[in-house]
């Protein structure tokens, strides 16, 4: 059984970092390419990060270029977002993705966490 569980989510101020882990079960990790996204309500999802697992490229949105970093580590079957410079309007439900064939961030992903709340405010 497929599982992609998020951790890390937090308050913190303006400017700050967080770190955001998925840990994934039930697939063969090394071999799926790795996607954030995010959702605040009444919006639509929005690809943040991908890590491709054939050469470990990765691509951002426009909005977090610069800021963010999307990391993996197939040992720990386990993938990451650092987050830095943190900004109000980057408060929103996260969500890790997983697909084998998926590389971009408009592409469908077949598995997904629950989701960890990030809310930056002072």
């Known amino acids: 059984q497929v599982q992609l569980v998020e951790s890390g989510g937090d308050l913190v101020q303006p400017g700050g970092s967080l770190t955001l882990s998925c840990t994934a079960s039930g697939f063969v990790f090394a071999v799926y390419n790795l996607a954030w996204f995010r959702q605040t309500p009444g919006e639509e999802r929005e690809g943040v990060a991908v890590?491709?697992?054939?050469?470990?490229?990765?691509d951002y949105a426009n909005s977090v270029q610069g800021r963010f970093n999307i990391s993996r580590d197939n040992a720990k079957k386990i993938f990451y977002l650092q987050m830095n410079a943190l900004k109000p309007e980057d408060t929103a439900v996260y969500y890790c993705?997983?697909?084998?064939?998926?590389?971009?961030?408009?592409?469908?992903?077949?598995?997904w966490g629950q989701g960890t709340q990030v809310t930056v405010s002072s």
């Open positions: 890590i491709r697992w054939l050469d470990d490229t990765t």
């Open positions: 993705a997983a697909d084998r064939r998926a590389t971009a961030l408009g592409s469908i992903y077949e598995h």
